[in-house]
C-alpha cells in the first residue's frame, strides 16, 4: 500500500514542474502529409450552415493542388477545421457533407492567406451529394486504429452495443455476448474511457445495456500508445457515448422492443439522455432500462479414458433460459473556470439481474449415475462509481495540457444458486444444494497526463504517472442435503474466503516526430508495477504475496505516407494481462456434480508481444484497409481440465502454461454506388498456434493445437429518399481454435428499413432477424488429458424488433474526461452456455 501515496505524491511534483515549463511552440498531432517543409503552412477555417450558421460538424474539407495532390481534414463539434502541412500555392477548397450541396472555391495559399475563413455550405434536396463523405465518417483509419463512427451508420438504430460490435473491423462477438478482437478475448473494453467494471460484472452485461442510440463512436485500438494501460493482448475497444456541448436543454429519448418469434421472448430497451448547459456551467444525465433473455439446448456428453477397458461415457442434456432486468443512470456536471481550466464530475448507478434456470440431466453408468437437475441462479449485481476530473491549458500555449483524473467504484455481485436433483431411477429428490458467493470489488485510481508541444515542427512529448488500488473479496459457503437428512448441513470444504489486493503503479512517456519529408514515428515506453497479496481464511489457506511484477513495455509507430491517401503503418507494442477474480477465485463451482471448475490464486500477468504491418487507400469512391499482424504470448493463461480415475469428476483449472502464436490478415474495404447505396465488407484469416505444458504427477505433458479461423461480414444501405433507406447486415464466424479443443461456427443476418418523421427529429425503425434460420446448431469438441468431450449447443434466434428515437435541441457532441483502467483479464471462453449474461 506505500506505493499508492507515493506515486500521488510523484504525480503532484510532476505537475507542477510541468506548468512551470516555458516552451512556446504550439504543438502539432501526428502529420498525414509531407513535413518539414519550410514552405508548407496550416491551412484553418470554419464551416457553417449557410441558413442557420450553426457549425457543421464532421464534414470533409479537401484541398486539391495543380499537381492533383490532396490535402484533407474533418471538422470538429464547432465546425473547425486545420489542414496541417500545405504548401504554399493556388489550390481548389472543397467541402463536402451529407444533404449539402458540394462546395468549392479556388484558394492561394501561402504564410500570409493560411486562414480562408468561413465556408457557408446549402442544404441539398436530392441525394447526389451523399458520396465517399459518408463512408469516410462511418470508419475513419488512424495511427493506432480505427474509429467506428456508430451515429451515422443507420442500421444501428434500436440495436446494442453488442450488435454494433459485431460490424466493427477486426472484432466479433459470439451469441453470448463474449467479444473478440482478432482472434482473441483478451482485450480491454471501455466505456468512455473508463473500465467496464464500472456498469456490470462483465463485459457482456456491459454491452448489452448500452443502446445504440446513446453510442456515438467506438475506437478500436490494436498498436494503443503508451498512455494506455498495459492491460489487453490484442488491444483496446473504447465505446464513446453521446454529449452534447451546446447551450440550452438538449437530448434523445428512444426505445427498442424485440420478440423472439420461436422461443416466446420479449425483450429490449427504454431510455433517455438529457443535457443543459447555460454559461460556464453544464449538466447531463443519462438513464434507462433494459431486458435481456436467451434459451440455449445442449447435447453431448464426455468420454473418459477412450481406448483404453475402463472407457466410459456420460451423456448429458441441457436447457438453459437466461433473463435480466437492467438499469443505468449517470448524472454529470462540468464547470469552465475560464478559457484555460475546467472540471468535471459525475456519479453512476448501475443495478440489475441475471438469472439463468437451467434443466439438465446426466447418465454415467460407470458411477450409477442417472439424474435431473434444476439449478436455479438468481445473480443480483449493484455497482457505484464516481470521477473527477481537472483538465489546464497553459496561457503562452493552449496545446500544452495538464489532467488530473480521479476514480472510485465500489461492485457487489451475489453468484449463488439452489439445486434440486432427482433420481430417475426411483423419481425422487435425494439430493438438494444452496450456494452463496458473495463478491465485492472496491477500486480507487489517481492519473496525471501531461502534454508538452516541442521546438521541431509537428513534435511534441507526452508523459504521465498512475495508480490503481483494487480491493477485491470472494465469501462463499455451501450448505446441502441429502435423502434421511433433517435439514441442511454446511460443507466445510466447499466454504471460505478469500481476500484479495492488487495495487498498481505505472508510469509512461512517449515522444511524437516526423523523421522525413513522409514518415513521422510515436515511440514511447510504459513501466508498470505490481504487487499481489491476499489471505485464504479456511482450510489451511493463510496469507499468501505473489512476487512484484516489473513489466517495460515499449511502443512505436511508424507513418509512411504515399500521397493521394495512401499510407503505410509499421507498429509494434507489448502488453500484458493481469488475471481478473474470475481466474484467480479458488472457489471451486460445483453446480455440475461431474464437471468441477477452480480458479488459481497464484496466476501471474500474460505477456504479449504485437507486430502490425497496414496499408490504406482509396480508390475513386471506394476505401481500403489491409493489415497483417503477428502475435506471441509466452505465458498464456489457459484452462486445462482433467477427469479424476477415482471419483471420474473432471476439473477445470487455470494456469500460465501456453505459449501463443496467432498471424493474420484483416481487410476492410468501403464504397458507395449511384450516391444512394454504400456497401461496407469485412474480412479476416487468422493461424493461431497454441502449444501448452501441463505437470501431472510429475510428468510434463505438452498439448498442442493449431488451425485457422476465419471471419466475415458485410453490410449495405439503401437511401431511397431523405425520409426512407433500406438496409441489411450479415455475419460468418468461423472455427475457434482453443488449446485442448474448437468450437464450431455460426452465423447471423438481418434487414431492416428506417423512416424519418417529426420533420428530422425522429426516427423509426424495424428489422427481421434470421427470418430465414429456425436454428443454428454449433458444434463444440475438446481433447482432455484423459477424456473427450463434444457438445451440440442450439441457438433459435428468428426474431422481429422496432426501434424508435427522438431528438430534441441541437444535435452535437464532446467528449468527457475519464480514468482509463483499461486492465484485467476477463473470463470469456467462448463456450456456449452457463454464461451470465443473455442474448
Not at 6 to 24: H, K, N, Y
Not at 199 to 218: E, F, G, T, W
Not at 288 to 299: E, N
Amino acid at each position: 500500500m506505500k506505493t499508492l501515496p507515493l506515486l500521488i505524491t510523484v504525480a503532484g511534483s510532476l505537475s507542477i514542474s510541468l506548468a512551470q515549463a516555458q516552451t512556446t511552440t504550439p504543438q502539432i498531432s501526428v502529420p498525414t502529409v509531407e513535413a518539414a517543409d519550410v514552405s508548407a503552412v496550416t491551412v484553418t477555417g470554419t464551416v457553417l450552415d449557410a441558413n442557420t450558421k450553426q457549425p457543421v460538424e464532421m464534414a470533409n474539407v479537401v484541398l486539391t493542388g495543380a499537381d492533383k495532390k490532396q490535402y484533407f481534414a474533418y471538422t470538429d463539434e464547432s465546425g473547425k477545421f486545420a489542414i496541417e502541412s500545405v504548401p504554399n500555392g493556388a489550390y481548389k477548397l472543397s467541402a463536402y457533407f451529407v444533404n449539402y450541396k458540394n462546395f468549392e472555391q479556388d484558394v492561394a495559399i501561402s504564410s500570409g492567406t493560411s486562414d480562408v475563413g468561413t465556408v457557408n455550405m446549402t442544404t441539398s434536396t436530392t441525394l447526389k451529394e451523399v458520396t465517399v463523405t459518408d463512408f469516410k465518417k462511418i470508419i475513419e483509419q488512424r495511427p493506432d486504429g480505427i474509429n467506428y463512427n456508430v451515429e451515422n451508420d443507420k442500421s444501428n438504430q434500436g440495436t446494442s452495443a453488442t450488435d454494433v460490435l459485431r460490424k466493427v473491423p477486426m472484432v466479433t462477438v459470439d451469441m453470448e455476448g463474449n467479444v473478440q478482437l482478432r482472434g482473441n478475448s483478451n482485450i480491454k473494453v471501455l466505456i468512455d474511457g473508463k473500465p467496464s467494471e464500472l456498469m456490470a460484472s462483465s463485459v457482456k452485461d456491459v454491452l448489452r445495456q448500452i443502446p445504440a442510440d446513446n453510442i456515438k463512436s467506438i475506437e478500436v485500438l490494436t498498436s494503443p500508445g503508451a498512455k494506455y494501460d498495459g492491460e489487453g493482448a490484442s488491444g483496446v475497444i473504447n465505446i464513446i457515448t453521446k454529449r452534447k456541448l451546446v447551450k440550452g436543454l438538449s437530448g434523445t429519448i428512444f426505445g427498442a422492443p424485440s420478440y423472439n418469434i420461436d422461443r416466446d421472448l420479449l425483450m429490449g430497451h427504454v431510455g433517455a439522455n438529457i443535457n443543459y448547459r447555460q454559461g460556464k456551467w453544464g449538466v447531463n444525465t443519462s438513464f434507462g432500462f433494459s431486458r435481456w433473455a436467451m434459451v440455449l439446448d445442449s447435447k453431448g456428453g464426455r468420454t473418459d479414458f477412450p481406448g483404453e477397458a475402463r472407457e466410459s461415457r456420460l451423456d448429458q442434456t441441457q436447457h438453459m433460459l437466461g433473463y435480466g432486468n437492467f438499469g443505468w443512470s449517470k448524472l454529470g456536471a462540468d464547470y469552465q473556470i475560464d478559457s484555460l481550466q475546467s472540471i468535471q464530475a459525475s456519479v453512476n448507478y448501475n443495478p440489475g439481474t441475471w438469472n439463468q434456470e437451467m434443466k439438465t440431466t446426466m447418465a454415467y453408468p460407470a458411477s450409477n449415475i442417472n439424474f435431473a437437475r434444476d439449478i436455479d441462479q438468481k445473480n443480483p449485481r449493484n455497482t457505484v462509481g464516481v470521477n473527477a476530473a481537472y483538465s489546464k491549458k497553459f496561457k503562452n500555449n493552449p496545446k500544452r495540457t495538464l489532467d488530473v483524473l480521479v476514480a472510485y467504484s465500489a461492485q457487489s455481485m451475489n453468484a449463488g444458486y439452489n439445486l434440486n436433483s432427482t433420481n430417475l431411477v426411483s423419481n425422487n429428490i435425494d439430493y438438494k444444494e444452496v450456494n452463496d458467493n458473495k463478491t465485492k470489488n472496491n477500486e480507487t485510481t489517481v492519473q496525471v497526463d501531461y502534454v508538452e508541444p516541442l521546438k521541431g515542427k509537428n513534435q511534441k512529448l507526452e508523459f504521465g504517472v498512475k495508480a490503481i488500488n483494487r480491493d477485491i473479496s470472494s465469501d462463499y459457503s455451501l450448505e446441502k442435503w441429502t435423502s434421511g437428512q433433517a435439514d441442511y448441513v454446511r460443507d466445510p470444504l466447499r466454504t471460505n474466503r478469500l481476500q484479495y489486493n492488487q495495487l498498481v503503479g505505472a508510469g509512461y512517456g512517449q515522444f511524437t516526430t516526423p523523421l522525413s519529408k513522409k514518415i513521422s514515428m510515436v515511440a514511447g515506453a510504459r513501466y508498470e508495477i505490481t504487487h499481489i497479496n491476499g489471505n485464504i481464511r479456511d482450510n489451511n489457506g493463510g496469507d499468501f504475496t505473489l512476487p512484484v511484477f516489473n513489466n517495460f513495455l515499449p511502443n512505436v509507430v511508424f507513418m509512411y505516407d504515399l500521397k493521394n491517401f495512401n499510407k503505410l503503418k509499421l507498429s509494434y507494442n507489448k502488453r500484458i494481462e493481469r488475471p481478473s477474480i474470475e481466474f484467480v477465485n479458488p472457489y471451486i463451482d460445483y453446480s455440475d456434480t461431474l464437471n468441477w471448475k477452480q480458479g488459481n490464486e497464484r496466476l501471474v500477468p500474460e505477456r504479449t508481444h504485437n507486430i502490425e504491418l497496414g496499408y490504406s487507400t482509396f480508390i475513386g469512391r471506394s476505401s481500403i484497409n489491409l493489415t497483417a499482424f503477428h502475435r506471441y504470448t509466452d505465458n498464456a493463461i489457459e484452462a486445462t481440465t482433467k477427469v479424476d480415475p477415482n471419483t471420474r469428476i473432471s476439473l477445470t483449472s487455470y494456469g500460465n502454461i501456453a505459449k501463443s502464436n496467432i498471424s493474420g490478415l484483416d481487410l476492410f474495404a468501403s464504397s458507395t454506388f449511384f450516391g444512394k447505396l454504400m456497401i461496407n465488407l469485412n474480412g479476416s484469416a487468422y493461424y493461431k498456434q497454441l502449444n501448452g505444458t501441463i505437470i501431472d504427477n510429475g510428468t510434463n505433458i505438452k498439448i498442442k493445437n493449431t488451425g485457422w479461423e476465419v471471419r466475415g461480414n458485410a453490410y449495405a444501405n439503401y437511401t431511397i429518399n431523405d425520409k426512407f433507406s433500406l438496409n441489411g447486415f450479415g455475419m460468418l464466424n468461423g472455427n475457434q481454435v482453443q488449446l485442448q479443443g474448437n468450437q464450431g461456427g455460426w452465423y447471423y443476418y438481418f434487414i431492416g428499413a428506417q423512416m424519418n418523421i417529426l420533420k428530422g427529429k425522429g426516427t423509426i425503425g424495424v428489422a427481421a432477424e434470421n427470418f430465414l434460420t429456425a436454428k443454428i446448431n454449433i458444434p463444440t469438441t475438446y481433447r482432455y488429458q484423459n477424456a473427450t468431450y463434444d457438445m451440440m449447443t442450439t441457438y433459435v434466434g428468428r426474431g422481429v424488433r422496432l426501434s424508435f428515437n427522438y431528438n430534441f435541441g441541437k444535435m452535437q457532441y464532446g467528449k468527457e474526461k475519464a480514468v482509463n483502467n483499461d486492465d484485467l483479464k476477463k473470463n470469456n471462453s467462448g463456450q456456449m452456455g452457463g454464461g451470465m449474461g443473455g442474448n
